[in-house]
Every structure is written in C-alpha cells, then in structure tokens.
C-alpha cells in the first residue's frame, strides 16, 4: 500500500536530502584535504631522503 505524502512530509524529505548532501560534501572536501595533507607530508619526507 502506497502513502502519499503531505505537503510537510515532502518538504522535511527534501530538506533532509538536502542536509546529507551538503554533509556527504562536506565529508568529501575534508577527505580530500586530508589526502593532499598525507601526500605533502610524503611529497616532503621523500625530499629530504633523496637530499
């Protein structure tokens, strides 16, 4: 059995695909800052070994 959704339903879905997305962003953006942190450091550390 199907359930329509109301007016406030729908906006409350909307608002939370909303809000995930922004977070799974948010998530994304911190991992990829993190992976350019690790390979700087390692960018770095294998500067100094090969010096």
């Known amino acids: ?7 406030e ?5 909307e608002k939370g695909y909303k809000d995930m997305g ?3 962003s948010e998530l994304a953006e ?3 800052n993190a992976d350019n942190e690790a390979l ?3 960018e770095e ?6 010096e």
């Open 22 to 24: 922004r977070l799974n």
């Open 45 to 50: 550390y294998l500067t100094r070994e090969c």
């Open 30 to 32: 911190e991992g990829i």
């Open 1 to 7: 059995m199907s359930h329509k959704l109301t007016a």
């Open 9 to 13: 339903e729908q906006k409350a879905l």
């Open 40 to 42: 700087q450091s390692s």
